[in-house]
Each structure stands twice: as structure tokens, then as C-alpha cells.
């Protein structure tokens, strides 16, 4: 299969990628390379990637109208996975235009360069962030995601809106990925087990929001790419148990599905730094502090939908997971 695998020099994107190009696959990877956080750490991934046959890379924003619109016609895509967006819960309170650009414009192009060009199947990244305001858990696709706390989610949950007007007006096959808390080798410098695992080599304090009260669905990085690679070799179809009066937010009458892809075994926030800690043999300074706004108490993902769908759920343990995180970033670092 011929892909377009966007945000390609991304976290998730790198391992994607490489996963694809290992089975054989053609891979287009696209990204803008932005200076979000470390343009080096990007450079880093995607020059692992272009050492192996099969894959080309392009430089170019998915909010570039023109530039997506030749690129459909040129490449001819089988299908689709797009991981491009603009990143990060806080981040949006302070940069709401980068949000829109990159999460609904862009996310528009590829979806009009799908509809236009015959592409099978789209996969795209959305974020366990929809579920905003719900507190029933775990996190079920079957439930309502209609108060989003943060404009991250908004465009998330708008994704996945408009995908599904694609997929009812045009027959176009697509799937919704919500991710939760992903980490792993190669993840980005904002997220929490990078900045907590630099600061305790450093010596500096961490700082633990809602004063260490939270919970995560910590994903790895492997478990995350196993299900995004299977749920791209199945597109999504109509499901013939839908009810329109009673209608499933997960399933439709028409070739639209949304999955979520969590470890389904919500871990202590002071307990994965304790896996931290023991990774790296050493103690973290912790500074407890308020909840950021944005911000949810907990995250728990009900799987049982992506299993029955494709074989899988995620079992990665977090002490496996974060202990292969510290080799990584001490050989990386030279630390």
C-alpha cells in the first residue's frame, strides 16, 4: 500500500512510520517541521526514517490549500493516516489560531485531497482530551463528548464531526483514534515523563498538578502504532446495528467509526513517577501544585470496542514502558 502518513517526524508518527516501511509499505511522510518544541529532536526521527527504503519525505503544512491539493493529485494515495496537529492542552489557551489553522483547516485539505483523489481509507489522530467534562468511567466511545474544556478538544471533537459528514456525503471510509497519554522512546519534550525524567537528572524540583491527585491511562508508544496499523488495514464500514433514533456517538449508518487506544488500567500520577524513579535510581523533588485549566482528574479508556474490531487492546506496563523511555533518553542525551 502506497501512504500518506502525516506529521511523519512527529512522536507517534516516527514509530508509524517505521512500522509501515518494516511490512513493506510505501510511505509519503509529510510535516511542517515547526518550531513547537525541538526542531532537532524532529530532524533526529525523520533522519532515521529516510535510511530506510520505501519512504520519501515532503515538507509542507497541511494548512497549505494549494500545496495539499497537488499533492493528492501527484501521489495517488491508498490511504490516509494523519497525525499532523498542533499539540498540547495549554498550549491552546495561549495560541488559539495555531489550533485552528493546523486542526480544522488543515484537517479539511485532507480530508477534500481524500474525497477528490480515491484514497480507501482515512485514519486520523484524535484525543481522549473529547471526553472534557464527562466523569463516568472508563471513557466510552458510546458516550456523549460534547463539553470539550479545552480548545485542543474542541478541534478534536470537530474532527471527527467532519469526518463524518465525509464519510456520510461521499462514501469516504474513515476512523477516529483517541489517544491516551502516549509515551514512550522519541516523545515529545512537553509531555509529562520527559520533563519530570530531566529534571530529576538535573536535580530540579517536578512539578505534580492537583497536588498528585490524577490519574492517566499511560499508553506506550508500541501499543499506540499495533492499533493504529490494524485499524488502517480495516476501513471503517456502515454498522448495521446503528438506530438513527437512538443514535451510537462511536458507529453510524455510514462508513464512520471511533475508537479509543488507552492501556484501560488508569495509573496514580505518583505512582508512574515511582516507576520513574526507580528507572533512573534516583528520588524526585516533588512540588505539588493546583490543577492547570484545561486539565481532567482522570483518564481511563474503555477498549473493548477497538478488541472486538481489530483483535487488540494495549498491555504495555508502565514500569516496561518507562524503563525502556530512560534508556532511550540517556543514550539520546548522552546522560
Known amino acids: 500500500m502506497k501512504y500518506l502518513l502525516t506529521g511523519a517526524a512527529g512522536f507517534i508518527g516516527m514509530h508509524t512510520a517505521q512500522r509501515l516501511l518494516a511490512r513493506g509499505d510505501e510511505v ?196 499506540i502504532v499495533e492499533g493504529v496499523v490494524r485499524v488502517a488495514d480495516r476501513a471503517a464500514t456502515p454498522d448495521p446495528a446503528f438506530v438513527s433514533d437512538t443514535p451510537d456517538p462511536g458507529t453510524s449508518n455510514v462508513p464512520y467509526r471511533v475508537f479509543n487506544i488507552g492501556n484501560h488500567q488508569p495509573v496514580p500520577l505518583l505512582d508512574y513517577i515511582a516507576s520513574l524513579e526507580r528507572a533512573l535510581g534516583m528520588t524526585a523533588e516533588k512540588r505539588l501544585l493546583p490543577m492547570q485549566d484545561g486539565d481532567v482528574p482522570a483518564t481511563y479508556a474503555d477498549t473493548d470496542a477497538l478488541r472486538e474490531w481489530v483483535g487488540f487492546q494495549p498491555a504495555t506496563s508502565i514500569d516496561v514502558g518507562i524503563e525502556r523511555f530512560v534508556a532511550w533518553y540517556r543514550d539520546y542525551h548522552r546522560v
Open 28 to 223: 509519503v511522510g509529510l510535516d511542517n517541521l515547526n518550531d513547537y518544541y525541538d526542531v532537532a529532536l524532529k530532524q533526529a526521527r525523520l533522519a532515521r526514517l529516510e535510511r530506510q527504503p520505501g519512504f520519501r519525505f515532503v515538507k509542507l503544512d497541511v494548512a497549505d490549500r494549494a500545496g495539499m491539493d497537488a499533492l493528492f493529485a501527484r501521489e495517488r494515495f491508498d490511504r490516509v493516516i494523519h497525525l499532523a496537529a498542533q499539540a498540547g492542552v495549554r498550549y491552546s489557551l495561549t495560541n488559539p489560531h495555531a489550533y485552528i489553522e493546523s486542526n480544522v483547516v488543515g484537517f479539511t485539505h485532507v480530508l477534500e485531497g481524500c474525497r477528490h483523489h480515491g484514497v480507501q481509507h482515512l485514519v486520523y489522530a484524535s484525543s481522549s482530551s473529547v471526553y472534557g467534562g464527562n466523569t463516568r468511567l472508563p471513557f466510552s466511545e458510546h458516550d456523549s463528548v460534547d463539553h470539550p474544556v479545552s480548545l485542543y478538544a474542541a478541534t478534536k471533537k470537530a474532527n471527527e464531526l467532519m469526518a463524518h459528514t465525509y464519510s456520510h456525503l461521499y462514501g469516504l471510509p474513515t476512523t477516529g483514534l483517541r489517544f491516551f497519554t502516549v509515551y514512550g522512546p522519541w516523545g515529545r519534550p512537553d509531555m509529562a515523563l520527559f520533563l519530570f525524567t530531566k529534571a530529576i537528572l538535573e536535580g530540579r524540583p517536578i512539578d505534580v498538578f492537583n497536588h498528585g491527585r490524577m490519574q492517566r491511562d499511560f499508553t506506550y508508544v508500541d501499543d
